[in-house]
Structure formats: C-alpha cells, structure tokens
C-alpha cells in the first residue's frame, strides 16, 4: 500500500498571507489528523478529521482550519500567517483508533 | 488534558549496547501508547505500540514496557546499530482522542 503522501513538501510564504496543504490517507485509512512540530513545541496536535467531520481538535487560534473530503484526502488551511507559524506540518493516518501513520511533511517557512 | 513526559532528551550508546527511554503519563484514562522513530527530514514512523491491557510487548531488537499503576512506560533497544540513530517520540491516547506527545529523545548510536 502507498503511504501517507503531502504536498506540497515545501513552501515559503509572506507573513498575511494563507496557505493550502494537501494530505492523502493510507488507502482504506478514514481518520485524518493533523499535528505542528516545531524544535520548541515538539509535536503538537492540530485537529482530526473523520469520515469528512471534525472529530477532535487541539488548542489553535481559528486561523488554523481544515476540512476532509468523501474520498478521505484532508487539506488545512492557515490565514494570515505569523512568523511563528513557520513549522513542518505533519499529517497522519488511521485506520481504527490506534495505530497512526504519519506522511514527510510540508515544511513552511514564513518570512 | 494528558500529560507526557519524556526522559532523558538525548542519548548516546555504544554500538552493540542497550538504550532504555523512558515516558509518563498522567491521565489513567489512557490505554494505547506508541512509540515513534523520526529520522532526518522524514516524518515520524509508528515501530511498535502497546495497549493498557498488556504489560509487555516485543519485535526482535526492540521492547516497550508498560507499568499503568506508576503510569509509566519505556522503550528497550537492545544491539544497538548506528541506523537506529534518530528522534524517538512516545504518546499516550484513549481511542477515539488526540494522541500526546512527549518531547522526543535523540538517540545516537556511536560505531
């Protein structure tokens, strides 16, 4: 089975301006979780999609949004980007409750 | 919420010795804990997991442990090889909620 895959793998924004970042599951996979990691925060939990509907969320400014898809690919959508908002951003896949499995990442620069 | 945290931060092992990480949680309601192997520009990958109703858990070189009345539980590599060399994060979840990351444990092996 193909593994979770992102896009874009990187991307360099401006600060006030927004960002569209893609995730597509595990085949079969119907939960969608996205997480932050930064060097200071670790990795922080941003929100969970299943079945097209937010099942959990972390604790994020309402700058930060998602959505998921029937076909289960997610996106997330950050507005009026903040220095700070400059991170790699996970997403990861399940099949049950358990068991994640994490793509490479998009990695955000924000200048 | 849930509260993990993560010892030591970083690691350094001869190649061929045992490495033991080690990871607290503080919610009882917690039963699932992964562990997670982060590698150079790679997101993390899930290498072995443990549910509440199991107190040990093995594959070949590596074993977690999990004692639930200390709420604590640990990460064995035995043989260590310079590929095990990366980031290792622990989480602790209860099905169906955001998982909680500990702070994660640089690990070099040294040849």
């Known amino acids: 089975k193909a593994g979770v895959t992102q896009t874009p793998r990187y991307l360099i924004k401006t600060r006030g301006q927004q960002v569209t970042l893609s995730c597509s599951p595990i085949?079969?996979?119907?939960?969608v979780s996205w997480y932050q990691q930064t060097p200071g925060q670790g990795l922080q939990f941003l929100f969970e999609?299943?079945?097209?509907?937010?099942?959990n969320k972390g604790n994020f400014p309402g700058r930060f949004s998602g959505r998921q898809f029937s076909n289960s690919r997610s996106e997330m959508n950050v507005s009026t980007l903040e220095l700070g908002d400059s991170a790699l951003y996970l997403c990861?896949?399940?099949?049950?409750?358990?068991?994640?499995?994490f793509g490479p990442g998009t990695r955000l620069t924000v200048t | 919420g849930e509260n993990v945290e993560q010892h030591p931060s970083t690691l350094s092992v001869q190649e061929g010795d045992s490495a033991v990480i080690k990871c607290t949680y503080s919610?009882?309601?917690?039963?699932?804990f992964p562990w997670y192997k982060q590698e150079l520009g790679k997101g993390p990958q899930l290498i072995i997991d443990?549910?509440?109703?199991?107190g040990e858990k093995k594959d070949q070189r590596i074993a977690v442990t999990l004692n639930k009345t200390a709420k604590h539980f640990s990460l064995h590599i035995t043989e260590t090889q310079p590929e095990d060399s990366a980031v290792y994060f622990c989480?602790?979840?209860?099905?169906?909620?955001?998982?909680?990351f500990g702070t994660g444990t640089s690990l070099t092996v040294i040849p």
């Open positions: 919610d009882s309601a917690s039963n699932y």
């Open positions: 990861a896949s399940s099949f049950s409750s358990y068991e994640q499995y």
């Open positions: 989480a602790a979840s209860m099905a169906g909620n955001q998982f909680y």
């Open positions: 443990i549910r509440s109703n199991v």
């Open positions: 085949s079969g996979h119907r939960s």
């Open positions: 999609y299943f079945s097209e509907t937010q099942r």
